[in-house]
């Protein structure tokens, strides 16, 4: 099921930008 990946990355790049809005760190693919 490819549209798995597709819809986790989706939600994480979601989830990153609205901590940033509420001043927190959010990092999905940086290491």
């Known amino acids: 099921m490819p549209a ?3 819809i986790d990355l989706a ?3 979601i989830n990153q930008k ?3 809005v509420i001043k ?3 990092h999905c ?3």
Do not use: I, P, V
């Open 11 to 13: 939600t994480c790049l």
């Open 29 to 31: 693919l940086t290491a």
């Open 24 to 26: 927190s760190n959010g």
């Open 4 to 6: 798995h990946g597709s």
């Open 18 to 20: 609205l901590q940033m």
